[in-house]
């Protein structure tokens, strides 16, 4: 048996479902990873919204350090939630229609992505199903829609891209990201984040509201996992993006150009967060993150961690 076997995502989680803790807390499942139990950070503690990494770290570290285990597959130690924790799985999947969601103040958010839903699973073939705020049943007053997807047609992209021509999706403007920049400010400033958004196809505007989809397709991520041979912690990496990916996780192929001592091995830029999501090949990226070296001679550059810090993105010059 594969040593990552009982590491690799099956839909009993999938990032985006929701635990309730015994404590009343509720938190969101990260990654393709859970090693017998889930991995996941809080969303939503004593009442308050936990948006930022960093911020659901120092709420662990404090409250919560019995869940931190180091997991080989990852490189690094993460939150592990155990089962006799867990009061119940909110799975965005079995909530497809919308209609079990409960205590959700605000009726045009649970309509809106009740036929966001629809469009993508008649249109584009997509599972999806409502997670954020409206799965956790908080939505109010400003409220995104947030949906995941899995995807079992490599086409999502495509259709989108026809949804949007049609006049069914429309872009998100500067101007309507500015509310979410200092809740995102942690990984990206306003031009860098401003060029990306305004392209982006997993989000944007439906019906007046905005919207974040997350195409999740765990598949690919199994050749990339650890256990690594050598992990750099908290270093200062530049890399320039070679090819394209939409997914969660986005698997990037890159030219690592900083630490130059790498600058020979196959790397490749593999994150979760949707902000980091549809860089076109040749941006540039400058930031502080972790790499780690695999025996088979590849190296991982991972930016999702709470200590990782971007400092620039720069887009191509358009032709």
Known sequence: MPANQNYYCTE????????????????????????????????????????????????ITRYYLFFIKYVPELGREAPVISPSWIRQTRRFLHF??????????????????MELIKLL???????????????????????????NCVEEKQNALECLRGLRIKGFLKPLTPEEFIEE?????????????????????????FRDLRYTLRIIDC????????????????TYVVFKVVDFDYRTPSIY???????TLLSSRGTYFITHRVRFAEMPPGSLVIAKGDIMLRNDD??????DTPDSKVEAILLPSAP
């Open 181 to 205: 920049l200092p809740l995102v400010s942690e990984t990206l400033g306003w031009s860098d984040m401003s060029k990306l958004v305004v392209h982006r196809l997993t989000q944007g505007v």
């Open 12 to 59: 009993a989680y999938l990032e985006g479902d929701l635990l309730e803790l015994t404590d009343g807390s509720l938190w969101v499942v990260k990654g393709c990873v859970h090693p017998g139990a889930p991995i996941a950070v809080p969303r939503l503690v004593n009442g308050k919204k936990v948006k930022r990494l960093g911020e659901a770290f120092e709420i």
């Open 298 to 303: 590849t190296a991982i550059v991972s930016l």
């Open 121 to 147: 699973r008649e249109e584009c073939g997509l599972r999806c199903g409502p997670t954020g705020s409206l799965l956790g049943g908080y939505a109010g007053r400003g409220s995104d829609v947030d949906i």
């Open 253 to 259: 192929k890159v030219e690592l150009l900083r630490p």
């Open 219 to 234: 598949d690919r991520i199994r050749k990339f996992l650890g256990p690594y041979t050598h992990v750099i912690k908290n």
């Open 96 to 113: 497809s229609d919308v209609e079990g969601i409960t205590h959700v103040f605000r009726s045009k958010v649970k309509s809106v992505a």
